[in-house]
């Protein structure tokens, strides 16, 4: 017999300060089990980021050898800098059962779909969008994190408009507003999403 509910991968975006980081940190707490897709990255750390805790920091020459190296299941360039998901982030994790969740950019999540499509990991995908309140409100906690330059702060606000249009191409969309209760609607997610029979495996039986 084979009753158990396959693992997911949740793809989470939503504009640069809107506070997914707090929300996945929280998310944790919750589902101790769930695996945090660790992205690489060639920016500079900020003050409090730590290598193989928040990304893999790399040389751009180190990211363009993996990227050849066909190690990337996405990757997307960002402000300036490139970002990317390593294959090696997500699919052994999901084969052991335990659930991923991947912080990336609107084009991250248009090229994983588009890549999973047709194969065995389309299932095992499901996206979700956080919006801010407001553009205030979004602007606010920009500005609060203090780690970036003015002129950062503009062009991530300009992309922030720019993705916040995109959030219908989700499957789900949510508003943050307190950091637990959006943790929770996420753990509320996985569990629905999980649970759609249209993604069971063959030989599920009860
Ligand atoms: P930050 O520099 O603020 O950590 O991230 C900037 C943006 O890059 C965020 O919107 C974040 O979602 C996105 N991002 C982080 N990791 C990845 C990744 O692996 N792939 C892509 N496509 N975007 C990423």
């Known amino acids: 017999m084979n009753s ?58 180190r990211f363009a050898a993996q990227l050849a190296a066909g190690e990337f299941l996405e990757h997307a360039q960002v402000h300036g800098e490139y970002y990317g998901t390593l294959f090696s982030e997500v699919r052994p994790y999901l084969e052991r059962g335990q659930d991923v969740i991947l912080d990336i950019d609107v084009q991250g999540a248009r090229q994983i779909l588009a890549n999973v499509r047709g194969t065995d990991l389309e299932r095992r995908f499901i996206s979700v969008f956080l919006l801010p309140p407001s553009l205030e409100v979004l602007e606010q906690r920009l500005r609060g994190r203090g780690s970036e330059s003015e002129k950062q702060i503009r062009e991530r606000l300009q992309r922030g408009r720019e993705e916040m249009g995109c959030w219908s191409e989700y499957d789900y969309v949510m508003i943050s507003n307190e950091v637990h209760e959006s943790a929770r609607q996420l753990q509320a997610i996985f569990t629905a999403a999980r649970r759609r029979c249209s993604i069971l495996p063959e030989n599920f039986h009860v």
């Not at 707090?22 to 690489?40: D, G, I, T």
């Open 4 to 61: 158990s509910f396959p693992a997911l991968a949740l793809i989470f975006s939503g504009p640069s300060g809107v506070g997914k980081s707090s929300v996945c940190q929280r998310l944790f707490e919750l589902m101790p089990a769930l695996h945090f897709s660790l992205s690489c990255t060639t920016r500079a750390p900020r003050p409090g980021e730590t290598a193989g805790l928040s990304y893999h920091f790399l040389t751009r020459e």
